[in-house]
């Protein structure tokens, strides 16, 4: 069936470091694909996402390319900030299935 | 536009009793989502419906849970007779459209974590 996989984490960064968390999924039809971040305490916020291949989902400075011959979904961002310590997930929808399917998650940890 | 919205945010049972989580979809969305998130871990789909519908309940526990998106009134998830097992947080998310289609983007609530003594 379908799934994803992440990167696992922890991540620790410096700020203005360079971030890259791997994502790759498995996928029978032709899914979209999210990145979603989780704040300490709270619910699930979608950050950015890409609906066919070679699309690029952009927001806050992060981005990932939809890559159909790598099936990945790379979250990659230039320089990160500490306000971007948080939980990453990435995740796939596909009408195969009524439910999104998730990565287990990647704890990133930004320090000044 | 409001968003998702659950209540409450923070749910104490002891064990036996029974819970009852509420999502209220954002405005406009008729497809609702539980998942559940144990510590650490990512989220695990549990049920997945439409008004006075259960489309698909292939994740939810086979006893002790039930859910219902009324045709009027917020969507529930109820467990019965709580266990330790069951603290958890747990995020309903809606939709517009269900998957496959354009506007298939599920947002999140807050979610309700449920802590069980």
């Known amino acids: 069936g379908d799934s994803v996989t992440q990167m696992e984490g922890p991540v620790t960064l410096s700020e203005e470091a360079f971030l890259t968390i791997n994502c790759t999924y498995t996928a029978t039809g032709y899914p979209s694909l999210f990145w979603y971040v989780q704040y300490p305490g709270e619910g699930l916020q979608l950050l950015l996402k890409a609906t066919k291949a070679d699309d690029k989902g952009s927001n806050k400075g992060f981005e990932a390319t939809y890559r159909k011959e790598t099936t990945s979904f790379h979250l990659e961002k230039g320089s990160v900030q500490v306000s971007d310590s948080a939980v990453y997930f990435c995740?796939?929808?596909?009408?195969?299935?009524?439910?999104?399917?998730f990565g287990a998650g990647t704890r990133l940890t930004v320090k000044p | 536009n409001a968003g998702v919205m659950q209540n409450p945010r923070h749910l104490v049972r002891r064990r036996g009793q029974e819970a009852r989580l509420r999502c209220s979809p954002m405005?406009?969305?008729?497809?609702v989502y539980w998942y559940r998130q144990l510590p650490e871990e990512g989220l695990k789909f549990m049920v997945y419906?439409?008004?006075?519908?259960?489309?698909?309940e292939s994740g939810m526990p086979k006893e002790r849970f039930s859910a219902e998106f009324p045709k009027e009134g917020p969507s529930i998830l109820r467990i019965q007779q709580v266990v330790r097992g069951d603290s958890a947080a747990y995020f309903c998310?809606?939709?517009?459209?269900?998957?496959?289609?354009?506007?298939?983007?599920?947002?999140f609530g807050p979610g309700t974590r449920l802590t069980v003594l």
């Open positions: 419906l439409q008004k006075e519908n259960i489309i698909d």
């Open positions: 405005k406009g969305h008729s497809h």
């Open positions: 998310a809606s939709s517009q459209a269900r998957q496959g289609g354009g506007t298939d983007t599920q947002y």
């Open positions: 995740a796939l929808s596909d009408s195969n299935n009524n439910d999104m399917r």
